[in-house]
């Protein structure tokens, strides 16, 4: 059984994580300031953490540094804060996902599951030396047997969303304007307004993504096109 | 209240400590005060010491004085004491003469016989130089005196008096120091050659065997070497003397040196009164040092305690450092007061204690007193000017606080500033510039003024300092009052932006609570149907509620402007056919059919991509919302050259009918429909205008009947229509 660390300062919200994890067959640790988290995970072993950034005491972000000293356990932060700064300063100091308060539980659940996966199971794949599989976090591409996988959870995908999503994992970072896409996919110049292209993007995103608002492979670039971004599969 | 009490502790144990010095100066004047307390006894000091040894060698002048003054145990008045030549003729000058002679040029004996000279005389000295010359051939009191060359000897009669009257001085002293019934001390001294004797005592009663039995006693012989004595040190002539002192010529002559003191001291004379000053100032030393390392020990401990505790409040739970008024004063300002106050006390201290003089008469130890005082005014300030710093040294600012940082401040505020603002060589020649001319021209001044002391030049370097450092201070304080006002703003602006952040938190995170918790209720199995309605009910106005909260804080950012605006050139076109695809599904439901229209060239327009997103997302929402269903709406992008915009213009027609005014519209929580019944914060609109006016733009709403427009209306990318066009 997996062991889950909960920290948060308000004890309703790590009560009601706890009561999701926990249903999920989680063993769940509770936390309510830093120094707890510190203390459990030298006792504990522990698989995931998740953390409050606002808490009195040691604060979430300064949590994160002093386990990244020592641990490389997954982590995902909550935070009411939702600023691009915030989850930037989140993510930079060490957390691997960021979730804004007030998420759905069902979203954290299945981004804590995604993160589980990712740690356990698919380490190694984003290493895999062949040159049709296609590997981008927790996205894998196999081009020969044309699977999709997030996670590990088979995607089905049409052949234009495929292609599409094809396209840009192998040119991960790399950002592709509508009429790209549409030149490289359907191999004819784009013709006047039409947002085929943005529809199909929508459709990958809603299943490939966890939470489609906040789309943590497929982006958007507002006002200049779409991308896939870049990131380090590879983990330890 | 501990403190001033403590202060004035303080003060009092300074005072103490300068009379204990006071004391210890008076009291035990020659000889340390620790050699008083050593040595109880007077008898074994060696003041007394000092004292025998002197009078052990005046005996021999006793012996000397009244064998050449006394005839048969009297005063000699007719002795021949001189022997003189004058013009040829031998004339001699008995005792008598020459005291008449001395008297009349105002001679006289003191009452501690010692020569004196009152100037009342009928013979001058200059009458006597002039005619009273001769030449001296023998002298009574020096019976070695011998006429080496005729002119030796010459000398005034007046010269004469006074040397003869000198020893006839030191005869009546010594007479008066070993006076039989005025004094403590005996001695006997025998000499014998060849079965005669000759024996000199002050009391012939005693006995050799008695003087010699006296618990002070000195003996010595001429059989041994060794001279048996009481003291620790006797005289280092003592046997040169005696055996120069002998009147008998011969080899075989023996003497007998006897002293001794009855240290009862039953007389009245010098070693009594020399032991009863001993013992007084014994006592005053002991209670001298007492006092003063009391006083000490007082001072040092109330000084260190205050200077633990100032600036600390009595309350000890109040950790925080109080200052006082006085301690705002720059640092130097104190430090340069408290010399200047040390250079009137220094002044100050003498001239009062010469009127003290006046008042109650001539002061011994004078240099003691002014000193005392001088110290006295100087500590009296001394210590709140160091407890001042120290405070201002607790308080973290005696840097701070000081001159020298805020001139520093000055340069370095226009040299930073300078740099901010990247003219800095605008304020150099503004700023340090003419101050470096304006100093160097000071000194120069000052170095004319010094060497050809013109006065003109001090008055112009003077006058020129003055100006400099005026316009310097005036241009300091308009600097620092515009920085002042923009850090406030600065500082309002975050706090705002604090304020936003924390309230948002305290909203979000119950939100977070009651979300989680509906939708566990949801999980659970319940049969009653009223109780899942309610649930649901719970569901909808929750997710309500979060949708509110969220747009509530963005709308409160954006209208204060605390939102961060990455400019960046971005596809006009293409972001409005992102935004359409991403309302595919929604505008499907609503039964709408979009119809976009857009140059064939890519609109390149100046504007952050995520907010105009949000804008473009507000504004299509509205329309699901609001547009009367199975009807088109069109979406247009134009460009108008002249202003360098573009602008993306929706059009629908409202399902219902608007009675409001466009301007109305874009107010906070104002919706379409009066009633607000249907979904929605009523902040859609004016997060988009708020949005549009941060990236420089505009959104205008149009109402004309049921035809509803909103355009959005953004600046060009310069550079890019430029590219394109050429």
Same mark, same amino acid.
């Given at each position: 059984m997996q062991t889950i660390l909960v920290c948060d300062d308000d004890k309703q919200i790590v009560e009601a994580i706890s009561i999701y994890l926990t249903g999920e067959g989680f063993n769940v640790l509770k936390a309510y300031d830093g120094y707890d988290v510190l203390e459990i995970m030298n006792q504990h072993r522990i698989d995931l953490l998740i953390i409050d950034v606002?808490?009195?005491?040691?604060d979430g972000v300064h949590t994160v540094l002093k386990i990244r000293e020592t641990s490389s356990i997954p982590i995902i932060m909550l935070s009411a804060k939702g600023e691009d700064n915030d989850k930037i300063l989140g993510l930079n100091v060490g957390a691997d996902d960021y979730l804004t308060k007030p998420y759905n539980p069902l979203e954290l659940i299945a981004r804590v599951k995604s993160q589980l996966r990712r740690y356990?199971? =698919?380490?190694?794949i984003g290493e895999a030396d062949n040159g049709n599989i296609y590997a981008c976090g927790g996205l894998v591409m196999n081009d020969d047997t044309k699977e999709v996988t997030v996670d590990g959870n088979a995607v089905k995908l049409t052949p234009i969303e495929y292609n599409i999503l094809l396209l840009l994992v192998k040119n991960a970072g790399k950002v592709f304007s509508i009429d790209d896409i549409y030149t490289s996919i359907w191999n004819e110049e784009a013709i006047g307004a039409d947002n085929t292209v943005a529809v199909h993007i929508r459709h990958i995103r809603e299943k490939i993504e966890i939470n489609p608002r906040e789309?943590?492979? =497929?982006k958007v670039v507002w006002g200049v096109g779409y991308k896939i971004e870049k990131q380090d599969s590879a983990k330890k | 209240m501990k403190k001033i009490i403590l202060t004035i502790i303080n003060f009092i144990s300074i005072i103490l400590i300068i009379c204990s010095i006071g004391v210890l100066t008076f009291g035990a004047a020659d000889g340390s005060a620790l050699e008083y307390i050593r040595q109880p006894d007077y008898v074994k000091s060696t003041s007394y010491e000092s004292q025998a040894n002197e009078m052990m060698t005046d005996v021999f002048d006793y012996v000397q004085l009244t064998d050449i003054f006394e005839e048969n145990g009297k005063l000699n008045l007719g002795l021949i004491i001189a022997q003189a030549d004058i013009q040829g003729q031998n004339v001699s000058y008995s005792l008598d003469y020459l005291i008449q002679y001395a008297r009349s040029m105002g001679y006289y004996f003191d009452s501690w016989n010692r020569l004196r000279n009152d100037?009342?005389?009928?013979?001058?000295k200059e009458d006597d130089e002039l005619n009273h010359q001769i030449i001296v051939q023998y002298k009574a009191y020096l019976p070695n005196y011998k006429q080496t060359s005729p002119t030796d000897g010459q000398m005034s009669l007046g010269s004469l008096a006074e040397e003869a009257l000198t020893y006839l001085a030191r005869y009546y002293a010594v007479k008066n120091e070993f006076d039989k019934s005025a004094t403590n001390f005996f001695f006997n001294i025998r000499y014998t050659s060849k079965g005669k004797e000759l024996v000199f005592t002050n009391d012939p009663d005693r006995s050799e065997a008695d003087i010699r039995s006296l618990p002070s006693f000195v003996y010595a012989d001429s059989n041994s070497l060794q001279v048996s004595t009481s003291f620790r040190n006797i005289p280092q002539n003592l046997i040169p003397l005696l055996q120069a002192r002998n009147p008998f010529q011969s080899d075989s002559s023996q003497y007998h040196y006897s002293v001794g003191i009855d240290t009862s001291f039953p007389n009245d004379d010098i070693l009594k009164e020399n032991a009863e000053i001993y013992n007084s100032r014994r006592l005053s030393s002991i209670y001298g040092l007492l006092m003063l390392s009391l006083s000490i020990l007082v001072a040092v401990s109330s000084l260190v305690y205050l200077a633990i505790k100032t600036g600390q409040s009595d309350d000890p739970s109040d950790k925080k450092i109080h200052l006082y008024k006085i301690d705002h004063c720059p640092t130097e300002i104190i430090v340069s007061a408290f010399f200047i106050w040390g250079f009137i006390a220094e002044m100050v201290a003498p001239q009062f204690i010469e009127s003290v003089e006046n008042v109650i008469g001539i002061l011994d130890n004078w240099d003691f007193w002014s000193s005392a005082l001088s110290f006295l005014l100087k500590y009296i300030l001394f210590v709140p000017m160091v407890f001042s710093l120290l405070r201002n040294y607790k308080a973290d600012r005696l840097w701070k606080s000081s001159l020298l940082k805020k001139i520093c401040d000055i340069f370095g505020h226009y040299i930073f500033s300078a740099e901010k603002t990247s003219s800095r060589l605008f304020s150099y020649l503004l700023f340090v510039l003419p101050n470096l001319l304006a100093f160097a021209m000071v000194a120069f001044l000052f170095i004319r003024f010094y060497k050809m002391s013109s006065l003109n030049a001090l008055l112009l370097a003077l006058a020129i300092l003055l100006i400099i450092l005026s316009i310097d201070f005036y241009a300091w304080h308009i600097a620092t009052g515009l920085s002042h006002a923009v850090d406030e703003q600065v500082k309002s602006e975050r706090l705002k932006a604090d304020l936003i952040t924390n309230v948002s938190h305290d909203l979000k995170t119950p939100l977070t609570s009651i979300i989680s918790y509906v939708d566990l209720l949801k999980r659970e199995e319940i049969d009653n149907p009223r109780v899942q309605e309610y649930i649901n009910v719970l569901d909808q106005k929750s997710t309500r509620l979060k949708t509110l909260t969220e747009d509530l804080v963005e709308a409160s950012k954006a209208s204060s402007g605390n939102v961060k605006i990455d400019f960046a050139d971005i596809n006009y076109n293409e972001i409005v056919e992102q935004a359409l695809g991403e309302f595919e599904d929604k505008t499907h439901a609503a039964k709408l059919e979009m119809i976009l229209n857009y140059p064939d060239h890519p609109v390149m327009i100046s504007a952050d991509g995520r907010h105009l997103w949000r804008v473009i997302e507000n504004l299509l929402n509205n329309c699901c919302k609001y547009a009367l269903r199975e009807s088109r709406v069109y979406v247009d992008i134009t460009e108008d050259d002249d202003s360098g915009t573009a602008s993306c213009t929706i059009k629908n027609i409202s399902s219902r009918p608007l009675n409001i005014s466009p301007e109305e519209l874009t107010e906070r929580f104002v919706r379409g429909d009066v009633s607000r019944t249907t979904e929605g914060s009523g902040l859609g609109l004016s997060i988009a205008k708020s949005l549009t006016k941060l990236m420089n733009g505009e959104l205008v709403i149009t109402i004309d009947g049921d035809l509803y427009k909103a355009s959005v209306v953004l600046k060009k990318a310069v550079k890019e229509t430029n590219d394109t066009k050429d």
């Amino acid at each position: 059984m997996q062991t889950i660390l909960v920290c948060d300062d308000d004890k309703q919200i790590v009560e009601a994580i706890s009561i999701y994890l926990t249903g999920e067959g989680f063993n769940v640790l509770k936390a309510y300031d830093g120094y707890d988290v510190l203390e459990i995970m030298n006792q504990h072993r522990i698989d995931l953490l998740i953390i409050d950034v606002m808490m009195p005491g040691l604060d979430g972000v300064h949590t994160v540094l002093k386990i990244r000293e020592t641990s490389s356990i997954p982590i995902i932060m909550l935070s009411a804060k939702g600023e691009d700064n915030d989850k930037i300063l989140g993510l930079n100091v060490g957390a691997d996902d960021y979730l804004t308060k007030p998420y759905n539980p069902l979203e954290l659940i299945a981004r804590v599951k995604s993160q589980l996966r990712r740690y356990t199971q =698919l380490g190694n794949i984003g290493e895999a030396d062949n040159g049709n599989i296609y590997a981008c976090g927790g996205l894998v591409m196999n081009d020969d047997t044309k699977e999709v996988t997030v996670d590990g959870n088979a995607v089905k995908l049409t052949p234009i969303e495929y292609n599409i999503l094809l396209l840009l994992v192998k040119n991960a970072g790399k950002v592709f304007s509508i009429d790209d896409i549409y030149t490289s996919i359907w191999n004819e110049e784009a013709i006047g307004a039409d947002n085929t292209v943005a529809v199909h993007i929508r459709h990958i995103r809603e299943k490939i993504e966890i939470n489609p608002r906040e789309p943590r492979y =497929l982006k958007v670039v507002w006002g200049v096109g779409y991308k896939i971004e870049k990131q380090d599969s590879a983990k330890k | 209240m501990k403190k001033i009490i403590l202060t004035i502790i303080n003060f009092i144990s300074i005072i103490l400590i300068i009379c204990s010095i006071g004391v210890l100066t008076f009291g035990a004047a020659d000889g340390s005060a620790l050699e008083y307390i050593r040595q109880p006894d007077y008898v074994k000091s060696t003041s007394y010491e000092s004292q025998a040894n002197e009078m052990m060698t005046d005996v021999f002048d006793y012996v000397q004085l009244t064998d050449i003054f006394e005839e048969n145990g009297k005063l000699n008045l007719g002795l021949i004491i001189a022997q003189a030549d004058i013009q040829g003729q031998n004339v001699s000058y008995s005792l008598d003469y020459l005291i008449q002679y001395a008297r009349s040029m105002g001679y006289y004996f003191d009452s501690w016989n010692r020569l004196r000279n009152d100037g009342s005389r009928t013979i001058s000295k200059e009458d006597d130089e002039l005619n009273h010359q001769i030449i001296v051939q023998y002298k009574a009191y020096l019976p070695n005196y011998k006429q080496t060359s005729p002119t030796d000897g010459q000398m005034s009669l007046g010269s004469l008096a006074e040397e003869a009257l000198t020893y006839l001085a030191r005869y009546y002293a010594v007479k008066n120091e070993f006076d039989k019934s005025a004094t403590n001390f005996f001695f006997n001294i025998r000499y014998t050659s060849k079965g005669k004797e000759l024996v000199f005592t002050n009391d012939p009663d005693r006995s050799e065997a008695d003087i010699r039995s006296l618990p002070s006693f000195v003996y010595a012989d001429s059989n041994s070497l060794q001279v048996s004595t009481s003291f620790r040190n006797i005289p280092q002539n003592l046997i040169p003397l005696l055996q120069a002192r002998n009147p008998f010529q011969s080899d075989s002559s023996q003497y007998h040196y006897s002293v001794g003191i009855d240290t009862s001291f039953p007389n009245d004379d010098i070693l009594k009164e020399n032991a009863e000053i001993y013992n007084s100032r014994r006592l005053s030393s002991i209670y001298g040092l007492l006092m003063l390392s009391l006083s000490i020990l007082v001072a040092v401990s109330s000084l260190v305690y205050l200077a633990i505790k100032t600036g600390q409040s009595d309350d000890p739970s109040d950790k925080k450092i109080h200052l006082y008024k006085i301690d705002h004063c720059p640092t130097e300002i104190i430090v340069s007061a408290f010399f200047i106050w040390g250079f009137i006390a220094e002044m100050v201290a003498p001239q009062f204690i010469e009127s003290v003089e006046n008042v109650i008469g001539i002061l011994d130890n004078w240099d003691f007193w002014s000193s005392a005082l001088s110290f006295l005014l100087k500590y009296i300030l001394f210590v709140p000017m160091v407890f001042s710093l120290l405070r201002n040294y607790k308080a973290d600012r005696l840097w701070k606080s000081s001159l020298l940082k805020k001139i520093c401040d000055i340069f370095g505020h226009y040299i930073f500033s300078a740099e901010k603002t990247s003219s800095r060589l605008f304020s150099y020649l503004l700023f340090v510039l003419p101050n470096l001319l304006a100093f160097a021209m000071v000194a120069f001044l000052f170095i004319r003024f010094y060497k050809m002391s013109s006065l003109n030049a001090l008055l112009l370097a003077l006058a020129i300092l003055l100006i400099i450092l005026s316009i310097d201070f005036y241009a300091w304080h308009i600097a620092t009052g515009l920085s002042h006002a923009v850090d406030e703003q600065v500082k309002s602006e975050r706090l705002k932006a604090d304020l936003i952040t924390n309230v948002s938190h305290d909203l979000k995170t119950p939100l977070t609570s009651i979300i989680s918790y509906v939708d566990l209720l949801k999980r659970e199995e319940i049969d009653n149907p009223r109780v899942q309605e309610y649930i649901n009910v719970l569901d909808q106005k929750s997710t309500r509620l979060k949708t509110l909260t969220e747009d509530l804080v963005e709308a409160s950012k954006a209208s204060s402007g605390n939102v961060k605006i990455d400019f960046a050139d971005i596809n006009y076109n293409e972001i409005v056919e992102q935004a359409l695809g991403e309302f595919e599904d929604k505008t499907h439901a609503a039964k709408l059919e979009m119809i976009l229209n857009y140059p064939d060239h890519p609109v390149m327009i100046s504007a952050d991509g995520r907010h105009l997103w949000r804008v473009i997302e507000n504004l299509l929402n509205n329309c699901c919302k609001y547009a009367l269903r199975e009807s088109r709406v069109y979406v247009d992008i134009t460009e108008d050259d002249d202003s360098g915009t573009a602008s993306c213009t929706i059009k629908n027609i409202s399902s219902r009918p608007l009675n409001i005014s466009p301007e109305e519209l874009t107010e906070r929580f104002v919706r379409g429909d009066v009633s607000r019944t249907t979904e929605g914060s009523g902040l859609g609109l004016s997060i988009a205008k708020s949005l549009t006016k941060l990236m420089n733009g505009e959104l205008v709403i149009t109402i004309d009947g049921d035809l509803y427009k909103a355009s959005v209306v953004l600046k060009k990318a310069v550079k890019e229509t430029n590219d394109t066009k050429d």
